[in-house]
């Protein structure tokens, strides 16, 4: 099973978080998760503010 720190391992890894890796999180984040995933969306959350990392949704937005 994916976990949400494996998510976010890529995400910072490539600078970029998919649209289907941010539905894999919402969906994963419905579930339980220990103390080392809530730091790592934590961290997630921190990149994607700071510009380190992208989300495609947000790019999609922005196209008008």
Avoid: P
Wanted: glycine share 4%; with cysteine.
């Amino acid at each position: 099973m994916t976990r949400i720190r494996d998510v976010v391992r890529q995400a910072l890894a490539t600078g970029y978080l998919t649209q289907e890796a941010e539905n894999q999180l919402r969906q994963l984040l419905t579930t339980r998760y220990d103390l080392e995933d809530f730091k790592a969306f934590m961290t997630l959350q921190e990149a994607a503010m700071m510009g380190r990392v992208k989300q495609e949704s947000r790019e999609k937005c922005n196209i008008v």
